[in-house]
Nanobody
Framework: QPRLVQSGGGLVQPGGSLKLSCVGS????????IGWFRQVPGMEREGIVT????????NYSPSVKGRFTISRDNDENTVYLQMNSLKPEDTALYYC???????WGQGTQVTVSS
């Protein structure tokens, strides 16, 4: 059974940084592209970045481009989201996703507030 387990997140002041991790199991992790999404209560889930299976190509939404960096370690079955220069509007529940197999992480809260 495919599984994605997230860690990281928390409360940070504006301008600060956080790093999220997402560990995959139960499927051939290195074969799949992975994305990060975020959701604010009452709003639709927003896709913010994707990375191809070998990490060779990434695609960022304008809202996070230049501040967030996605990376992956296929030996560790892990994808990371480094978030810098965080803003209050980045506050959301963050999810990792493997769209091809419809697998989602459990969600991690990121709160940016002074």
């Amino acid at each position: 059974q495919p599984r994605l387990v997230q860690s990281g997140g928390g409360l940070v002041q504006p301008g600060g940084s956080l790093k999220l991790s997402c560990v995959g199991s139960g499927f051939p992790f290195a074969y799949y592209g992975i994305g990060w999404f975020r959701q604010v209560p009452g709003m639709e889930r927003e896709g913010i970045v994707t990375i191809t299976s070998n990490g060779g190509f990434t695609n960022y939404s304008p809202s996070v481009k230049g501040r967030f960096t996605i990376s992956r370690d296929n030996d560790e079955n892990t994808v990371y989201l480094q978030m810098n220069s965080l803003k209050p509007e980045d506050t959301a529940l963050y999810y990792c996703n493997v769209p091809t197999i419809k697998a989602w992480g459990q969600g991690t809260q990121v709160t940016v507030s002074s």
